[in-house]
T-cell receptor
Framework: DAGVIQSPRHEVTEMGQEVTLRCKPI?????LFWYRQTMMRGLELLIY????????DSGMPEDRFSAKMPNASFSTLKIQPSEPRDSAVYFC???FGQGNQPQHFGDGTRLSIL | GENVEQHPSTLSVQEGDSAVIKCTYS??????FPWYKQELGKRPQLIID?????GEKKDQRIAVTLNKTAKHFSLHITETQPEDSAVYFC??????????FGTGTRLKVLA
């Protein structure tokens, strides 16, 4: 079982650049979640998909953030343009079924915007 | 909106003692309550969960209790060890798909 796979593990880039984070959910899981974790705000849910369809993106902080899930095995979270306050650890998680099932997290992407 | 409150924010215990972390949820429709452990620099990992049709669940040194009437649930760790040191998050499901997470408890087990 490969688990949830995220790439890159670390990203350092300059303010204004486009950043793309990638996630491969566990095979067979049909729900995918993007979270952001910071010391100040804790673990925040940004957006989640079910059967590749975005269900709730109310956690996306600004229009600079966008997420896609073109198929059941791949999702991206894009920030354009990036800002220093976007620096955080971004986690992807997946689950099978609805909210009464365990979510399994990837190892995260540590993003630093200079 | 719906929320989950978690206490305490930090907890220090001597090795071998017990640790208890408490959470309160607001969504009366919540029926699934997972607990995650996050070590420094690592991902949150599910350690135990409980569903609303059960009042208590144990797994070796870890147990979780649920009081639906009071909307409280708690994590109990017995015979704590240094490797139990981590941040622990409680969560409650809300709506069809998502969780609401607590703000985390930093547990330090002193050798």
């Amino acid at each position: 079982d490969a688990g949830v796979i995220q790439s890159p593990r670390h990203e350092v880039t300059e303010m204004g650049q486009e950043v793309t984070l990638r996630c491969k959910p566990i095979s067979g899981h049909n729900s995918l979640f993007w979270y952001r974790q910071t010391m100040m705000r804790g673990l925040e849910l940004l957006i989640y998909f079910n059967n590749n369809v975005p269900i709730d993106d109310s956690g996306m902080p600004e229009d600079r953030f966008s997420a896609k899930m073109p198929n059941a095995s791949f999702s991206t979270l894009k920030i354009q343009p990036s800002e220093p306050r976007d620096s955080a650890v971004y986690f992807c998680a997946s689950s099978f079924g609805q909210g009464n099932q365990p979510q399994h997290f990837g190892d995260g992407t540590r993003l630093s915007i200079l | 909106g719906e929320n989950v409150e978690q206490h305490p924010s930090t907890l220090s215990v001597q090795e071998g003692d017990s640790a208890v972390i408490k959470c309160t949820y607001s969504d009366s429709a919540s029926n699934y309550f997972p607990w995650y452990k996050q070590e420094l620099g690592k991902r949150p990992q599910l350690i135990i969960d409980i569903r609303s049709n059960v009042g208590e669940k144990k797994d070796q040194r870890i147990a979780v209790t649920l009081n639906k009437t009071a909307k409280h649930f708690s994590l109990h760790i017995t015979e704590t060890q240094p490797e139990d040191s981590a941040v622990y998050f409680c969560a409650a499901n809300s709506g069809t798909y998502k969780y609401i997470f607590g703000t985390g408890t930093r547990l330090k087990v002193l050798a």
